[in-house]
């Protein structure tokens, strides 16, 4: 798998640590995936939470869900709605990214203090 990364198969990066980044540098895909883990499931729920133009919301649920870190569920009730949820490498890809938010909130606290 490494050598794959190194050789610049996916997605056209070479390291390891490029390619993670790779995944959450679109507009606003870091809260999309933090708001799916927390709970927020719904499309309405995600552009009300995130803030965002619905079409560039749909388009960055699309590439998370082509990246295999979500999934989309149609829930055929009454009124039909849709669903999303992280995948097992979506979570994994949550935990890193609360964990950047902590760092991120220490630096500037760190930085302030100076």
Known sequence: ???????????G???????????????????????IAGGCNRYSELKKEIKIHKRVLARQLR??????LITKTTIREK????????????LKLSVLIKDMFRWSMDYCEAITKE
């Open 63 to 68: 590439e998370l869900q082509e990246d295999k």
């Open 1 to 11: 798998m490494i050598a794959a990364i190194e050789a610049g198969e996916f997605k």
């Open 79 to 90: 009124p039909l709605h849709i669903e999303y949820s992280l995948t097992d490498l979506g």
């Open 13 to 35: 990066v070479t390291c390891p640590v490029d390619l993670c980044i790779e995944f959450i540098k679109g507009k606003r895909k870091a809260a999309i995936l933090l708001q």
